[in-house]
C-alpha cells in the first residue's frame, strides 16, 4: 500500500480510493490560546470584571501570563472607569494602577461615608496631620492647616441636617503617591450638584486627604443650592 506524507501529516491509501488525511498542529505542545493573536487575547479578556480576571490569573502559568497583559488591564480600566487617560503610560502598568484606582475611590466612598455618619473622629483619621492640607467648603471659606480643618468640619458635623450625598461622574488620576479625584454631589434631585474635588497623599502605607474643595454649581447664573459644607 503506498504512502505519501503530506505537510506535518500523512496521506495513505489505493489508488482510487480517497486517502485519509491526518493534520498536525502546526505548533505541537502549544495550546490553542498560546497560539492566538495578542488582540484577540485582549479582546476576549475584556469580557471578564475585576474578579473573574484576578481569578484568573491563579489558574495556571499560561492564564496567569494572559491575565497579567498589560492591554487586558487597559482594557478593563476603560471600561470601569473612563476613557479620559488613554494617552498615559502608567509608571508600574496598568494592572497596578486599576487597583490603585480602585483604592482611591473606595477611600473617596468612605470621606462621603463619613459625612453622612458625622464622625470627626473618622474623619481626623482621614486627613493628613499636616500643616499644608487645605479645605474649602462650598460657602467659599478656606481652612488652612490640620488644626482648622478640623474645627471646620466639627462646626459642620455639629448641624441637626444630615448630609446623604449622591455622588456621580467620578474621575481619578493618580500620580505615584498622589492621586486627585473630581466628581458632582448631590443632596437632592431638584437642586444643582456640588462641584468636588478631592487630593490624597499615600503616607505610611495609607491614602490621606490634603485638599478639598467644595464648590455650586450655578445654574442658569443662579445658586440654587443650599450651602451646606
Known amino acids: 500500500m503506498p504512502s505519501t506524507s503530506v505537510a506535518n501529516g500523512s496521506v495513505n491509501g489505493n489508488a482510487g480510493e480517497r486517502p485519509d488525511v491526518v493534520v498536525a498542529d502546526d505548533k505541537a505542545g502549544v495550546s490553542?490560546?498560546?497560539?492566538l493573536v495578542p488582540e484577540i487575547t485582549t479582546h476576549a479578556l475584556s469580557y471578564l470584571d475585576y474578579p473573574s480576571l484576578c481569578r484568573?490569573?491563579?489558574t495556571n502559568s499560561l492564564m496567569r501570563k494572559a491575565a497579567n497583559d498589560d492591554n487586558a488591564w487597559k482594557a478593563l480600566y476603560h471600561k470601569d472607569f473612563t476613557l479620559e487617560?488613554?494617552?498615559?503610560?502608567p509608571?508600574?502598568?496598568w494592572k497596578a494602577y486599576y487597583a490603585t484606582t480602585r483604592a482611591i475611590i473606595s477611600v473617596n466612598t468612605g470621606f462621603f461615608n463619613i459625612i453622612r455618619e458625622r464622625s470627626l473622629q473618622d474623619m481626623a483619621q482621614l486627613w493628613?496631620?499636616?500643616d499644608y492640607v487645605k479645605c474649602i467648603h462650598a460657602s467659599g471659606e478656606l481652612f488652612s492647616g490640620y488644626a482648622e480643618v478640623m474645627q471646620s468640619w466639627q462646626l459642620c458635623f455639629n448641624w441637626e441636617q444630615g448630609f446623604d450625598f449622591q455622588v456621580h461622574n467620578v474621575r481619578?488620576?493618580?500620580l505615584t503617591d498622589m492621586a486627585w479625584v473630581t466628581m458632582k454631589a448631590y443632596l437632592n434631585v431638584d437642586a444643582g450638584p456640588f462641584l468636588i474635588t478631592n487630593v490624597f497623599e499615600y503616607h505610611n502605607g495609607r491614602w490621606h486627604m490634603v485638599h478639598h474643595h467644595s464648590s455650586v454649581m450655578l445654574i442658569d447664573g443662579v445658586n440654587q443650592q443650599v450651602v451646606v459644607h
Do not use: K, W, Y
Open 56 to 58: 484568573l490569573s491563579m
Open 32 to 35: 490553542m490560546m498560546e497560539q
Open 91 to 93: 509608571v508600574n502598568g
Open 85 to 89: 487617560q488613554d494617552a498615559i503610560t
Open 128 to 130: 493628613l496631620n499636616s
Open 172 to 174: 481619578t488620576r493618580i
